[in-house]
Structure formats: C-alpha cells, structure tokens
C-alpha cells in the first residue's frame, strides 16, 4: 500500500462509513482503533497488512480522529493476541471472505500449474495473479511466503541441483516462441 496519500484521496478510502462505526461500539483505545484500521485497509487490498508499518501514517491520524483514539495508540495494538484474531475474523465476515485453507492453498498451486506456468515466467506477477484470484475467490490470500513458495515451486532446482526449466511440474509443455 503506499505511503503518501493527499487529503482528498485520504478521506475518500479511509473514512469509516456508518455500518463501519457499528462495528466498532463494543471495542476500546488500541483495539477500536486497530480494528478500524485493519477494516479499511482490509477494504483496499483485500488482504490484511503483515505489521504495523504497512499502515500510512496519514491514515492512522486521521482514522484515529474518526474514533477519538489518540494515534499514539496505534503502537499499543497486540498483533499476535486474541483480539487481532476476532478483528480479523469480524473482517473477514463482514466482507464475504473466508480463510485460505491448506485445500485452497492446494487448489491455487494446481491453478498456477494448469493455467500460468506455461504463459508467465515473472514471479512477482505470479504472486500478483495469485493474490487477485483469492479476491475473485473471497479468499484471504495466503501469506506473502506462502505465495512465494507457490510460485518458486515449479521452477525450483530439482534433487540433482540443476535448474529445471520454467515449466517443469506443468502439465502442458510451453507453446512456440516462449523463452526462458
């Protein structure tokens, strides 16, 4: 997500909406304004953000000042406790999404193998093609190293240590004119 955001594009993506202040009633300091972050960075990348620093600052200002928790607090939100478990399955509920289980994460590798290995070679649009299928899905993306190694997997060195072609694990060989 990036960083510098302009006042106008600040208040068009971060400004909680009423079904969004509902949500927030039964929570307090640090977890009312963590679940509100998390919910609408949650509602623009369709993904949870791995820590605290993948927050703009500018966002964590002004969404504190929607929920009257100073910003400070932001540093106090408990990322591997309890709460951020619930905020995070709430989220999730409230957008139509689900968990990525180890079958989906089974049923992405088969995708890639049957539908991207042959046509694309960059990794990063790999995973970018990963991440936009779990959104089609309402799926929560895997984390960023569990793609990685969805997508490694197929081009990694085989037993031996060679390098194995691109292609190798496809299940279709790639067509004419597609180079390594």
């Known amino acids: 997500m990036r960083q510098e955001w302009e006042p106008e594009d600040l208040i068009e993506v971060w400004t909680l909406l009423e079904e969004d202040q509902e949500r927030l009633r039964n929570k307090s300091g640090a977890n009312r304004l ?26 964590v200002s002004y969404v504190a000042q929607q929920v009257k928790v100073p910003a400070e607090e932001w540093a106090a939100y408990d990322w591997s406790g309890r709460a951020i478990k619930r905020h995070r399955m709430e989220i999730r509920g409230a957008f139509g999404f689900r968990e990525c289980a180890e079958e989906d994460q089974a049923q992405l590798a088969e995708w890639l193998a049957v539908e991207l290995c042959g046509v694309e070679l960059n990794r990063d ?10 959104r089609k899905d309402r799926l929560e993306p895997p984390t960023p190293g569990r793609i990685a190694r969805l ?10 240590g060679s390098a194995r072609p691109p292609w190798a694990g496809c299940r279709r060989r790639p067509g004419p004119g597609w180079t390594t």
């Not at 949650?42 to 953000?49: G, I, K, S």
């Not at 649009?125 to 779990?134: D, F, P, T």
């Not at 490694?152 to 031996?160: G, H, I, K, N, T």
């Open 34 to 59: 963590g679940f509100a972050l998390l919910l609408k960075f949650f509602e623009v990348e369709a993904l949870f953000p791995e820590d605290a620093g993948e927050i703009p600052a500018p966002a």
């Open 125 to 134: 649009r790999l995973a970018e093609a990963v991440v936009a299928r779990c």
């Open 151 to 160: 997508v490694v997997r197929r081009s990694a060195p085989s037993r031996s």
